[in-house]
């Protein structure tokens, strides 16, 4: 198909530079791709006939990682201040 139609894991490495520039890089093409992420992730992991935990569990870790690498470089330098 076209190359505008195709998914990211479908694109030849040489063919990334031209696919990229077929990107819609607006707020609302932007706002487009983060919902279709998402409802992609809710389908796959929560939405699911016999679901459990685990797409809920690893949002949670995902938001936990992100918040300790956001909160990183306080929590070395009062790492540091509390002993010395």
């Known amino acids: 198909g076209p190359l505008s139609a195709r998914r990211l894991m479908d694109v030849r490495l040489g063919e ?27 389908n796959k992991y929560i939405n699911v006939k016999r679901g459990g935990a685990a797409g809920i569990s690893m949002l949670l870790a995902g938001y936990c990682v992100l918040s300790y690498s956001w909160n990183y470089q306080h929590i070395k330098c009062y790492r540091w201040r509390k002993y010395h």
């Open 16 to 42: 990334l530079p031209m696919w990229l520039a077929t990107c819609d890089f607006s707020p609302q093409g932007l706002l487009g791709g983060v919902q279709k992420a998402w409802s992609s992730y809710y």
